[in-house]
């Protein structure tokens, strides 16, 4: 378990867009925070870091039903390497994040968003980002970033 208290950073990667998420301080809960273009993730990173305390990422690691890596997931690992390179002193994990944007749609549903809100990708993305975030912070087993995917 993490045990140095600052916040952690969720990034649910896309093509287009990438949601973020991040805990409190004490990394109990996790909140959505932003939903941006994919080529400004870096941009935004050594920003907030600059404002936050962030100890580590989690990484959204797609993968299929049958529990192997999709093919989203080697864009995923080449992103989570190049954060590995320029953040140093955080750490990076991995979470599955099968089905989140399905409990984000069906989350924003139950809030009581509208039709057009539930519809928002910039809403499913950045929502997504919190339920990897804070299905890794339940999880008593993190999947610590070695040299190679999670399988």
Do not use: C
Not at 19 to 37: C, E, K, N, R, S
Not at 67 to 78: A, C, I
Request: glycine share 6%; no cysteine.
């Amino acid at each position: 378990m993490i045990t140095e208290k600052g916040r952690i950073l969720a990034v649910d990667y896309g093509l287009k867009r990438v949601g973020i998420a991040v805990t409190d301080p004490m990394q109990i809960i996790a909140t959505p925070l932003i939903t941006m273009q994919s080529d400004q993730l870096f941009t935004f990173l050594q920003a907030y870091i600059q404002k936050e305390k962030v100890t580590s990422f989690v990484m959204g690691m797609p993968m299929k039903l049958n529990g192997k890596p999709s093919e989203m997931s080697l864009v995923v690992e080449r992103i989570g390497n190049k954060i590995k390179k320029s953040f140093l002193k955080q750490r990076l994990y991995y979470q599955d994040e099968r089905f989140s944007s399905k409990l984000a749609a069906q989350g924003l549903y139950q809030a009581g968003y509208n039709k057009k809100e539930r519809k928002d990708k910039t809403n499913i993305d950045k929502v997504s980002a919190a339920i990897i975030l804070q299905s890794f912070l339940n999880s008593q087993d993190y999947l610590a970033i070695s040299d190679k995917p999670v399988a």
